[in-house]
T-cell receptor, first 114, second 110 residues
């Protein structure tokens, strides 16, 4: 069974540009989560999508947005990039209900803003 | 806002030694998960603990959930270089909100 996949692996942008990151969940998973991990430490929750709808968002400005497609894949968009947006962006998926919200992570996209 | 504090933030020990890392909060968790993340990869789920006082073992790793379900510990016996990584706890509050801890970066020196 294929795991969560993310693309691209690395992305280099300049300040003010827009970045688009993509995630494909494990087959059968309908929930997708996005996290920002700076400095290799804890994860900061960004967005949660389930069944095509945004269910919750973390404490991030509106220039962080995304969507979930009918096939449950997801896209994270970051507009007007700032230097401090440089981080590893992780996507995770899970079944939509039941269990204890155990999440399965992709390898991440390393975003560098110059 | 629920906060999860992990300690220590960094730990470097010799191969063969034992260690314990901690995850603490002032809030009560529905359940708690431990993940390990290696460089260049996403976190991988190690265990979920649900009941206060619960102890789970995964080979040389022992996970304990506090009686009041506000804290947890991870104990590693006879640490090996393969244990090196970032250890993250994540608490579930209610049914949906998973909050990650600050992380413990563990380095095992051969």
């Amino acid at each position: 069974e294929a795991g969560v996949t993310q693309s691209p692996t690395h992305l280099i942008k300049t300040r003010g540009q827009q970045a688009t990151l993509r995630c494909s969940p494990i087959s059968g998973h309908t929930s997708v989560y996005w996290y920002q991990q700076a400095l290799g430490l804890g994860l900061q929750f960004l967005l949660w999508y389930d069944e095509g709808e945004e269910r919750n968002r973390g404490n991030f400005p509106p220039r962080f947005s995304g969507r979930q497609f009918p096939n449950y894949s997801s896209e994270l968009n970051v507009n007007a990039l700032e230097l401090e947006d440089s981080a590893l962006y992780l996507c995770a998926s899970r079944f939509s209900s039941g269990g204890h919200n155990e999440q399965f992570f992709g390898p991440g996209t390393r975003l560098t803003v110059l | 806002t629920q906060l999860l504090e992990q300690s220590p933030q960094f730990l470097s020990i010799q191969e063969g030694e034992n260690l314990t890392v901690y995850c603490n909060s002032s809030s009560v968790f529905s359940s708690l998960q431990w993940y390990r993340q290696e460089p260049g990869e996403g976190p991988v789920l190690l265990v979920t603990v649900v009941t206060g006082g619960e102890v789970k073992k995964l080979k040389r790793l022992t996970f304990q959930f506090g009686d009041a379900r506000k804290d947890s510990s991870l104990h590693i016996t006879a640490a090996q270089p393969g244990d090196t990584g970032l250890y993250l706890c994540a608490g579930l509050f209610g049914n949906e909100k998973l909050t990650f801890g600050t992380g413990t970066r563990l380095t095992i020196i051969p």
